[in-house]
Each structure stands twice: as structure tokens, then as C-alpha cells.
């Protein structure tokens, strides 16, 4: 079967770092996908990863293990904005499959 | 570049009526996603369209349905509508199958 598991809710201050973890279970994997989703917005894309390792984009990083079915997406230096949804996204050979999202408050 | 654009954006319908939603995809891409999103159940897929056949389907009832055209433009529909079907229909769009998805704003459809 399919099935990811993200935290639901997560708090975190004005410029810290904070990292957000998901395992996953999927049978033909491609890639995983992370999506931010500001509430009453439509998704839009953080990042991918096909490989093993931790791709950098900005204040934005994500990691993949695949032989462990994990990855995290680390966001540093939070802003006020920052406060969304993010969706955790494995992609199989057939379908992109999204979390249920874990929605991430930023306090001052 | 013009995004995915759905429409309508807001829709308000009885139980037992049929719905049809629109969604045009960004220009060049080939690949249409359709997406179900409730607060409980979060991003729910419904299906994919690539060159104008069905290439996947979710876990969802005959009622839903869908098709896309030589445009790439796809439309779905929900017939006999039902209360649960209160969601936001979210469509994607990506150059092909696997790819990046570009999602639109989405359709906020209420069952009454």
C-alpha cells in the first residue's frame, strides 16, 4: 500500500530553523516532492528530490533517503510568511500521493 | 506565462445535481491532475489526463469523472451529488507525467 506520515501541526519562532520530517511506504518511487500551501492558496512547488542527499534552494532544504523512505524539508532563518501548509509528495510511477500536510505556525 | 486557471472559482450546488469543472492547463503542458481537497483528508488525487486519455484514477466513485481535449483543457464531473462532495477541487498542470505540477486556484464547490 501507500501511506505517508508527516506531523500534523508544528510551531516555531521569527529566525530559527526548523525541520520538518516525512516517511513515506510506495511501491515504484520516482521522486518525492515538497509543496508549500498558504491557507485558502492553491500548492505551489518547494522542491524535488530524486536522490539521496540534501538539495539547498535559498532558505529552503530538503533531504531523501531512499533506502529508508524518509525526508525532511529544513527551512532556516523563518520568516512571518512561512507560516503554511507543507505537503510531503512521493511520487510512484502512476501518481503524485500528498500527505495530509503538516501546518507550520511562525511566532514573532 | 499564464498559470492554470480553473473555473468557476466558487460554486454552490443541491444534492442531486451534477457539477461540470474546468481547468486549463499552462501553455505546452500536456498533463492534467485533478486533486480533491477536504480539511480531514487532505490532498486526495481523482485522476491524471496525459494526450487526452486517462493515464491514472484515484479511489473515487463512478460518480466522478473527467476528460481532456486536443487543447489539453480538461474538464471533470461530479453527477448525483452528495454533502461529502463539499471541496476544493484543486487542478494540476505539468509538461508531462512525473514532472513538476503548477496547481490553480482551485474550485471551492458546496453541496447543499
Known amino acids: 500500500g501507500q501511506n505517508i506520515d508527516q506531523p500534523t501541526e508544528m510551531t516555531a519562532t521569527e529566525g530559527a530553523i526548523v525541520q520538518i520530517n516525512c516517511t513515506y511506504q510506495?511501491?515504484?518511487?520516482?521522486?518525492l516532492f515538497w509543496y508549500q500551501q498558504h491557507a485558502g492558496e492553491a500548492p505551489t512547488f518547494l522542491s524535488y528530490?530524486?536522490?539521496?542527499g540534501l538539495e539547498e534552494k535559498g532558505r529552503f532544504s530538503s533531504f531523501l533517503s531512499r533506502s529508508k523512505g524518509y525526508s525532511y524539508l529544513l527551512l532556516k532563518e523563518l520568516q512571518m510568511k512561512d507560516s503554511a501548509s507543507y505537503l510531503c509528495a512521493p511520487h510512484n510511477t502512476d501518481k503524485l500521493i500528498f500527505g495530509t500536510g503538516t501546518r507550520l505556525q511562525v511566532f514573532p | 506565462k499564464a498559470g492554470v486557471t480553473q473555473t468557476p472559482r466558487y460554486l454552490i450546488k443541491t444534492r442531486g445535481q451534477q457539477v461540470t469543472l474546468s481547468c486549463s492547463p499552462i501553455s505546452g503542458h500536456r498533463s492534467v491532475s485533478w486533486y480533491q481537497q477536504t480539511p480531514g483528508q487532505g490532498l486526495q488525487f481523482l485522476f491524471e489526463?496525459?494526450?487526452?486519455?486517462?493515464?491514472n484514477k484515484g479511489n473515487f466513485p463512478g460518480r466522478f469523472s473527467g476528460r481532456q481535449f486536443s487543447n489539453s483543457r480538461s474538464e471533470m464531473n461530479v453527477s448525483t451529488l452528495e454533502l461529502g462532495d463539499s471541496a476544493l477541487y484543486l487542478c494540476a498542470s505539468s509538461l508531462v507525467p512525473g514532472n513538476e505540477q503548477f496547481f490553480g486556484p482551485g474550485t471551492r464547490l458546496t453541496v447543499l
Open positions: 510506495t511501491s515504484g518511487f520516482n521522486g
Open positions: 489526463y496525459f494526450s487526452e486519455t486517462q493515464r
Open positions: 528530490n530524486v536522490l539521496d
